[in-house]
């Protein structure tokens, strides 16, 4: 049985949630009247946030028991840069750049390796998250009256290679 596998057997989503949302408008812009976008960049970056053992009294039941939860942070950001006249000028700053933090929780059922869970939150954390990224990045964009910006789907950020970046905890 593969590592990944055992981690998605073990790991059950139970709840995803916005943790912090940014969004920024280039101050020289003035929505409706936006520049062409000229290039979009979009970035992804997950990473452990807590292992929690939760303790709880069961209804029916005299004993407690506990409960192991893994929180997980994506981050998803995407920005806007206009259309570059000289390709070899400093890159110009966004128009439009719009991150979303998102908190997801899942339960663990099962003990796994250290390697299964970092593949598991490599490659499935990403795939839980990336619709309500998807979401938020349309919606910041229709409320400041911006083209749509569409999110490439889970696969297609798969197939340009788009995995997302793992951060370890140490790392700010």
């Known amino acids: 049985m593969s590592d990944l596998a055992d981690a998605r057997r073990a790991l059950k989503i ?3 949630y916005c943790r912090d949302e ?3 408008v280039l101050e020289s812009v003035t929505p409706p009247l936006w520049p062409d976008c000229g290039r979009t960049q979009f970035k992804m970056v997950t990473r452990v946030l807590k292992d929690l053992e939760i303790e709880h009294e069961e209804a029916g039941t005299d004993g407690a028991s506990s409960v192991r939860l ?4 994506f981050v998803g950001s995407v920005r806007c840069l206009p259309k570059v006249e000289e390709p070899d000028s400093a890159e110009p700053e966004a128009l439009l750049s719009i991150e979303v ?7 663990v059922t099962a003990e796994c390796s250290k390697e299964s869970l970092e593949e598991f939150i490599r490659l499935n ?13 349309h919606s910041a964009c229709t409320r400041r009256r911006f083209p749509p910006i569409t999110v490439p789907l889970y696969t297609q950020a798969l197939d340009r ?3 997302p970046q793992r951060e370890s905890k140490d790392e700010s």
């Open 101 to 107: 933090k998102l908190g997801l929780l899942y339960q």
């Open 125 to 137: 954390v990403p795939y839980h998250a990336i619709p309500y990224w998807r979401e938020y990045v």
């Open 161 to 163: 290679g788009g995995a």
């Open 22 to 24: 940014t969004v920024r």
């Open 70 to 73: 893994l929180e997980v942070e």
């Open 14 to 16: 139970t709840e995803i």
